[in-house]
């Protein structure tokens, strides 16, 4: 089988409560009903704005925290029906790693004895043992086997990152969920921790589902890409398929949005107005459509009235601060 990971019509929902008694009002659908699947081998990029639902979806197929539906397999069996042990073999195949490498890392311990709890938790008692495997997996993040007794404040945030990735594979692990990895770094030290995953991959044999609100990050590293839009998956494929055509509108604003040299295309560049709407009562119909540059047929609309650009207002600016109707068109007509 080739998929390793998959995901089927997986929901996350969290009750909205009101007032001291905490009253139900309402449900936020976090994640409703996405599918993928991460073959072995790959990188599967999951791609959308804050509050899209990436996150959830990462812990919900994990189970770390139960989905409200939907069926996740891994290596072919269903992760809500493993049994302790299983679980816990899962626990260790999959690894998840995490934005922040500040709080990540509990200040009291070392570097080395944080990147050898997992071995701990799963039932090593040789402590020479821990600390000879620890010593042998930090060289292959690019830290050096003294680091190990340094104190995490001591390490920079790349540093930290490499200690993390460390921790994530001391396992062995098949999967790394990865939920913005680089984004708490610069740019330069992104590109290195960037480079070393992919590295990682190879020499670990490693499928990566990593999560990131970054179209340049996803570009460098990703086989496929997944599109998250207020808890849905709005697009799914090739990495440079979904770059060079993207398909829903949504994509085409992400795509366009994405720095480049060329002069020309700058007039294209579309920039969503507005803020991903509120999960608990998203839009009927297509979720995109109060932002959806491709909402109303623009051969519709006299582009001179207000009444246009009132509606267009909500949603769209064309990159410069005056609206750039040809580009409009030309997106909307592309499609
Ligand atoms: P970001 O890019 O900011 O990390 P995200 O794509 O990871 O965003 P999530 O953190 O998964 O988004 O949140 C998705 C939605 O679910 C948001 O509306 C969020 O407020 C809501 N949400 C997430 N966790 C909870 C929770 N434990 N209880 C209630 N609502 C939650
Ligand atoms: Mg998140």
Redesign the pocket.
């Known amino acids: 089988e080739k998929a390793l990971l998959s995901v089927r019509g997986l929901k996350q929902q969290?009750p909205v409560t009101e007032g001291p008694l905490r009253r139900e009002v309402g449900t936020?659908h976090?994640?409703d009903g996405i599918n993928f699947d991460v073959y072995r081998g790959e990188t599967l990029g999951l791609i959308?704005?804050?509050?899209?639902?990436?996150?959830?979806?990462a812990t919900a197929l994990l189970h770390l925290e139960d989905p409200t539906a939907g069926t996740v397999r891994f290596d072919g069996d269903e992760i809500g029906e493993y049994d302790r042990t299983e679980r816990k073999a899962f626990r260790r195949r999959a690894q998840m790693v995490f934005q922040d490498p500040t709080t990540s890392f509990d200040p009291r311990m070392t570097v080395g004895e944080s990147v050898a709890e997992p071995l701990s938790i799963h039932g090593m008692t040789d402590a020479d043992r821990r600390r000879a495997i620890t010593e042998d997996i930090l060289p292959r993040v690019g830290l050096s086997a003294e680091q190990a007794d340094r104190y995490p404040h001591e390490l920079s945030g790349g540093q930290k990152q490499r200690a993390a990735l460390a921790r994530a594979l001391i396992l062995n692990p098949d999967l790394l969920v990865l939920?913005?990895p680089v984004s708490a770094l610069d740019v330069s030290v992104q590109a290195e921790i960037l480079t070393l995953l992919s590295d990682l991959q190879a020499e670990f044999d490693l499928s990566l589902l990593l999560?990131t609100?970054d179209m340049g990050v996803v570009r460098e590293v990703a086989d496929r890409v997944a599109v998250?839009y207020l808890?849905e998956i709005v697009e799914c494929g090739p990495t440079e398929d979904l770059f060079r055509n993207p398909q829903h509108p949504y994509t085409q604003a992400l795509v366009s949005a994405i720095p480049t040299p060329d002069p020309d295309a700058k007039k294209r560049r579309v920039t969503l107005r507005g803020d991903v709407p509120?999960?608990a009562s998203p839009p009927s119909g297509c979720r995109f459509h109060p932002r959806c540059p491709a909402v109303i047929p623009p051969e519709n609309y006299d582009f001179e009235q207000d009444e246009w650009r009132s509606v267009m207002d909500l949603w769209v600016a064309v990159s410069d601060d005056d609206v750039d109707l040809d580009s409009l068109r030309t997106l909307v007509v592309a499609r």
């Open positions: 969290y936020i976090a994640v959308g704005e804050s509050g899209s639902g990436k996150s959830t979806a939920d913005e999560i609100h998250m808890g509120d999960a």
